[in-house]
């Protein structure tokens, strides 16, 4: 049996979300059990309940030896208020489990890399249950924590993370951050302006040099600006990559979407690949 | 005679708006010579000509001894993709100038700071003309640029510099960034949500870390979310200042707004009211 903790460090997820997890979960993975914190459905302000609630629900999720991983239900701005204070109470039991989610609950991956707890996985949340070809995104990560299926084999011989572009952009430089020299850096974003994306490449490309090289997911539901960007988002990545003298590495299937694909932090690909 | 450069760094001005603001000078100030450089009204998709129209016409404007200023016309993101070229071009004739606007146009103010050219000032745009009350900021403007009148004293007893908070959060930990310990620091924002605000001020206030306090702008025009974020932008400042330990110094008088105060960087109170 696997057994996976469910907790909201954003926003809260829909009631309906999580018991269409649930469901499949139960139908297509009897030996999956999961368990989403109440926390999860809590409201306060923007949050899923108050920064103490959130901690509370994370740290009791990661110490809990019961627990095989930590799968981050929605992202939702908010990890930025629990990081550092959840990484000083976790505990050995912390360290043997995975963690697995993406957009801001990249902030909680990155402090987890950094202080080298478990394993932070970039992949679906439960929340993505509510996109068109959501229940493939449910399997894929149900597959990948029950120990049905490895993820997929990385594309470069260097060890890779994956991170929202925004979220990514607010945790270089912080005390969250590791050291990723010599690591191939895969980023995506959604709903945001061309010219915010440049302003975006321009500072994480700054604080980025070192790396092995930057891969860019998708880049999605792009506002109507009042005027165009003048280029894509394949020549911004290039032209800060040639500034700052990092390879650029071509595209990542990551997203803001269902196909969203799974990637564990520091993982790089075989050598008989590389 | 005053003679000031205007141009535009990130996004065009409208020529009927700056039509307003060279009517206004012609009216009012006699001493004054407003030269808008015609890369202000070049378009080049998102930007006001392309990067190098940028460059050679900022460039130009800080090297050309006729001039006393020069003054941003507009704001909108450009200046970070010309910022570090157009430092190592300036000359001696750059070093006796005065340097004024806000918003984009903080990443040269911050620039030319860093490199101690010059003197980098935090004020209205002229494309400001267009706000309600604007003509008064036009008038702030002119009667500071052309001696008639000082910037107002200062708040602070230590060295001040004033920055929109996005373009802030972009430059903290580039090479375009000054050391600002020992600085009070003033923010602004405009047209973001209170969620990105609170980001925002996660990031900077990790960066900031060793300054002398930070006072906090107008944040206006924020969108109307799908929940409350559940404090103010008062709240959120304290929050992240206690967080790191910088002093939270209060309101300050700027803002996206015809009343946005004139700030010249690294000026500090005199010391009998200090």
């Known amino acids: ?3 996976i903790a469910l907790v909201c460090p954003g926003k809260p997820i829909l009631r309906e979300r999580a018991d269409a997890v649930l469901a499949l979960a139960e139908a297509e ?16 302000g923007h949050f899923a309940g108050s920064d103490d609630a959130r901690l509370e629900a994370f740290v009791n999720a990661a110490n809990d030896a019961q627990y095989d991983a930590v799968w981050f239900a ?37 402090a987890l890399y950094r202080d080298r707890i478990g394993t932070p996985v970039h992949g679906p949340l439960a929340g993505d249950v509510r996109r068109e070809g959501g229940d493939d995104a449910i399997r894929r990560v149900l597959r990948y924590l029950s120990g049905q299926e490895t993820a997929p084999e990385p594309l470069d011989a260097q060890p890779t993370v994956a991170f929202n572009l925004m979220t990514l952009a607010m ?19 959604v709903a945001e302006h ?17 790396c092995a090289g930057i891969r860019l997911g998708r880049i999605t539901e792009v506002p109507k600006n009042d005027r165009p960007f003048g280029c894509d988002e394949v020549a911004i990545a290039q032209y800060w990559c040639d ?11 990551i997203g803001h979407d269902a196909a969203n694909r ?8 075989r050598a008989s690949r590389s």
């Open 1 to 3: 049996m696997t057994r």
């Open 29 to 44: 993975f009897p030996r999956a059990e999961l368990c989403f914190s109440k926390q999860c459905f809590e409201h306060d």
């Open 74 to 110: 929605m992202g939702g701005y908010g990890a930025a208020r629990i990081a550092a204070d959840a990484m000083a109470r976790l505990g050995d039991e912390a360290r043997d489990k995975t963690y697995l989610g993406y957009s801001d609950a990249g902030v909680l991956l990155s």
């Open 171 to 189: 945790l270089v430089g912080t005390d969250l951050m590791p050291d990723l020299s010599g690591h191939v850096v895969m980023v995506e974003e």
């Open 194 to 210: 061309l010219y915010a994306i440049d302003r975006l490449f321009f500072h994480v490309t700054q604080h980025l040099r070192g």
């Open 243 to 253: 500034r700052s003298g990092i390879p650029y590495l071509g595209r990542a299937d």
């Open 262 to 269: 799974i990637v564990p932090f520091g993982v790089e690909a």
